[in-house]
C-alpha cells in the first residue's frame, strides 16, 4: 500500500463523481475507487490522474504525497512528451 493521497478531497473539491474522473483519465472506476483507498497504482496510471483532474505533472507530490525518488517514471514520461 502506497499510503495517503489527495485525490478524493480534490475530485470532490472539483465536484466530480468517481466515473467522471475515471473516463477523463481512461481507467475504470474500481481504479479510482483503489486509488482513493490509498492502495498502489502505476505511473502511467498516476499521470493519467493528475491530468484527468486538471493538474501539471509537476504538481505530482502534492496529489500523490511522494518523495522525490519514488517517481522517476512520471519525470521521464514527460520527457517523453516534450
Known amino acids: 500500500m502506497s499510503g495517503t493521497n489527495c485525490v478524493r478531497q480534490i475530485r470532490e473539491a472539483k465536484m466530480m463523481s468517481k466515473a467522471e474522473l475515471a473516463r477523463k483519465a481512461n481507467v475504470t ?22 491530468l484527468a483532474l486538471g493538474y ?11 518523495e522525490d525518488g519514488e517517481d522517476e517514471g512520471l519525470d521521464q514520461s514527460r520527457a517523453k512528451e516534450a
Open 56 to 66: 501539471k505533472l509537476a504538481d505530482r507530490a502534492a496529489i500523490f504525497g511522494e
Open 29 to 50: 472506476v474500481q481504479t479510482i475507487d483503489r486509488i482513493e483507498r490509498g492502495m498502489d497504482c502505476r505511473l502511467d496510471t498516476k499521470r493519467k490522474i493528475i
